[in-house]
């Protein structure tokens, strides 16, 4: 992050290495806020414990799509900021990066919320999380053991996205 006279504040993370492993961590909510799967692959750093990390994340993504809906300059019906969009509805947001990371962000059309905190100077990762949320139905949403709803418990998608993730570039 930088101040207007342009001087770091904190210094950069290491440069993404070339075999990926630039993923940090990844969260899925469902529409109503609970987080079905966390996982992490490079979090050097734990401040939250993980039910306060969850309720952080979920408020960030609420916040600002209201804020990128409240905000759109194409749209006459604003709305009120802080009551909840449809996924589609609106103005909508990718990603947003700092000094230390990248966000990235998709909504599917019913309502799973996927967010990869990744490597600063990783690319637009819009593609990659259409794959991991088509891993997410191929894996999880078909198997007719997993209940919807509740916590992501299926060995294949854990093994498939690991290794999808551990090779983002």
């Given at each position: 992050?930088?101040?207007?006279?342009?001087?770091?504040?904190?210094?950069?993370?290491p440069?993404?290495?070339?075999?990926?492993?630039n993923?940090?961590m990844?969260?899925?909510?469902?529409?109503?806020?609970?987080c079905?799967?966390?996982?992490?692959?490079?979090?050097?750093?734990h401040?939250?414990?993980?039910?306060q990390?969850?309720?952080?994340?979920?408020?960030?993504l609420?916040?600002?799509?209201?804020?990128?809906?409240?905000?759109?300059?194409?749209?006459?019906?604003?709305?009120?900021?802080?009551?909840?969009?449809?996924p589609g509805?609106?103005?909508?947001?990718?990603?947003?990066?700092?000094?230390?990371?990248?966000?990235?962000?998709?909504?599917?059309?019913?309502?799973?919320?996927i967010?990869l905190?990744?490597?600063p100077?990783?690319?637009?990762l819009?593609?990659?999380?259409?794959?991991?949320?088509?891993?997410?139905?191929?894996?999880?949403?078909?198997?007719?053991?997993y209940?919807p709803?509740?916590?992501?418990?299926?060995?294949?998608?854990?093994?498939t996205l690991?290794?999808?993730?551990r090779?983002?570039?």
């Amino acid at each position: 992050m930088q101040f207007f006279g342009g001087s770091e504040i904190s210094p950069s993370p290491p440069l993404p290495t070339a075999s990926g492993n630039n993923g940090h961590m990844m969260y899925v909510f469902n529409r109503n806020g609970i987080c079905l799967l966390y996982r992490e692959w490079n979090r050097p750093l734990h401040t939250l414990n993980a039910q306060q990390d969850h309720k952080l994340m979920f408020g960030l993504l609420f916040s600002l799509k209201s804020l990128t809906a409240k905000m759109d300059p194409t749209s006459v019906d604003k709305g009120n900021l802080g009551v909840p969009q449809l996924p589609g509805q609106g103005c909508s947001f990718h990603s947003f990066r700092t000094n230390t990371y990248k966000l990235s962000f998709m909504e599917s059309p019913s309502g799973i919320k996927i967010i990869l905190v990744t490597h600063p100077r990783t690319g637009d990762l819009r593609e990659s999380l259409k794959y991991i949320y088509n891993l997410y139905v191929e894996y999880v949403v078909k198997n007719p053991l997993y209940t919807p709803g509740t916590p992501i418990r299926c060995e294949l998608f854990d093994s498939t996205l690991d290794q999808y993730v551990r090779g983002l570039g």
